[in-house]
């Protein structure tokens, strides 16, 4: 599907490629998310961490339903649907993907999250994920910052404009886990060298991005066993769970949980631009 400079592909499980001037954006295609690597507290006394993988969250594989996609007017539009669950067990969730693309090139994602059985536990996220090719390490974002925020972890986080490197998010945590999260943002920019960006745009969304994926994370027992990947894995998501305290304290308070009862949709969109001919401003301009 060509838009302008732009040329963006689907597949089964959401966006899957991402050129731009004839440079692929994207190592690795949108995919839904539910995982997060577990952070001490996930593992504390009340074993959440181990109730998500009995749920199956970090291996979930997708069964689709729906994938079709019709001109419009002004561009393009993409209805993606598939269900997710374990091969052995009921399904867990259906996630529904609308995308639209228009003439200049902006994907915009509407996606809705419904539970296909009573899920008793707390979630750790409800987002996406995707790869951003290796170079693009300059990282300006609007939300909170300059330090990790999370749900319940986020008041000494100030809200504002911010700019560091990838690896300057990573926190280095003796034990490998879920880190580097930023809470409350409008929008998150990966930039190359030579002024080549990648914008997500949202509504108090939060991200990370790391030289790591969750499951580099989740299988490291020390920060010298974690190996290092050129892409950027760059996770956005509508919700994400709390942290707590019950390594050594109480689980998160049950204001602060991330329960799906029903179904919930956020709504996303995604830019490739030239800092040298438009600036991120303009770009999250462009794509109201």
């Given at each position: 599907m060509t838009a302008g400079d732009t040329v963006v592909t689907f597949d089964r499980e959401g966006l899957r490629s991402y050129v731009y001037q004839g440079v692929e954006m994207l190592s690795a295609g949108l995919k839904a998310n539910f995982w997060r690597a577990p952070t001490d507290n996930d593992n504390g006394f009340a074993g959440i961490a181990h109730k998500w993988e009995r749920m199956g969250l970090s291996r979930l594989l997708c069964r689709n339903e729906v994938l079709d996609g019709k001109r419009t007017e002004k561009g393009a539009e993409?209805?993606?649907?598939?269900?997710?669950?374990?091969?052995?067990?009921?399904?867990?969730?259906?996630?529904?993907?609308?995308?639209?693309?228009?003439?200049?090139?902006?994907?915009?994602?509407?996606?809705?999250?419904?539970?296909?059985?009573?899920?008793?536990?707390?979630?750790?996220?409800?987002?996406?994920?995707?790869?951003?090719?290796?170079?693009?390490?300059?990282?300006?974002?609007?939300?909170?910052?300059?330090?990790?925020?999370?749900?319940?972890?986020?008041?000494?986080?100030?809200?504002?404009?911010?700019?560091?490197?990838?690896?300057?998010?990573?926190?280095?945590?003796?034990?490998?886990?879920?880190?580097?999260?930023?809470?409350?943002?409008?929008?998150?920019?990966?930039?190359?060298?030579?002024?080549?960006?990648?914008?997500?745009?949202?509504?108090?969304f939060s991200f990370s991005a790391h030289?790591?994926?969750?499951?580099?994370?989740?299988?490291?027992?020390?920060?010298?066993e974690l190996g290092r990947e050129e892409n950027i894995t760059l996770l956005v998501d509508g919700a994400m769970g709390p942290l707590g305290?019950?390594?050594?304290?109480?689980?998160?308070?049950?204001?602060?949980?991330?329960?799906?009862?029903?179904?919930v949709s956020f709504r996303f969109a995604f830019l490739a631009f030239d800092l040298q001919n438009l600036s991120v401003d303009g770009a999250y301009d462009a794509l109201k």
């Amino acid at each position: 599907m060509t838009a302008g400079d732009t040329v963006v592909t689907f597949d089964r499980e959401g966006l899957r490629s991402y050129v731009y001037q004839g440079v692929e954006m994207l190592s690795a295609g949108l995919k839904a998310n539910f995982w997060r690597a577990p952070t001490d507290n996930d593992n504390g006394f009340a074993g959440i961490a181990h109730k998500w993988e009995r749920m199956g969250l970090s291996r979930l594989l997708c069964r689709n339903e729906v994938l079709d996609g019709k001109r419009t007017e002004k561009g393009a539009e993409v209805l993606i649907s598939g269900i997710y669950g374990q091969k052995t067990t009921p399904p867990l969730f259906r996630v529904a993907q609308k995308y639209t693309v228009t003439g200049d090139g902006a994907v915009a994602l509407e996606i809705t999250y419904e539970p296909l059985r009573n899920i008793d536990e707390y979630l750790p996220r409800l987002g996406v994920r995707m790869a951003v090719r290796e170079g693009f390490e300059r990282l300006i974002w609007q939300g909170r910052g300059l330090m990790e925020s999370y749900p319940d972890k986020k008041t000494a986080a100030l809200k504002g404009r911010w700019e560091c490197s990838v690896d300057d998010t990573h926190e280095p945590y003796v034990r490998p886990q879920e880190n580097g999260a930023h809470e409350d943002c409008s929008f998150a920019v990966l930039a190359d060298n030579r002024g080549m960006a990648w914008m997500v745009k949202g509504d108090a969304f939060s991200f990370s991005a790391h030289h790591y994926t969750p499951e580099m994370l989740t299988d490291a027992q020390h920060t010298y066993e974690l190996g290092r990947e050129e892409n950027i894995t760059l996770l956005v998501d509508g919700a994400m769970g709390p942290l707590g305290s019950n390594s050594c304290g109480p689980e998160p308070e049950k204001k602060n949980r991330l329960y799906l009862k029903q179904p919930v949709s956020f709504r996303f969109a995604f830019l490739a631009f030239d800092l040298q001919n438009l600036s991120v401003d303009g770009a999250y301009d462009a794509l109201k």
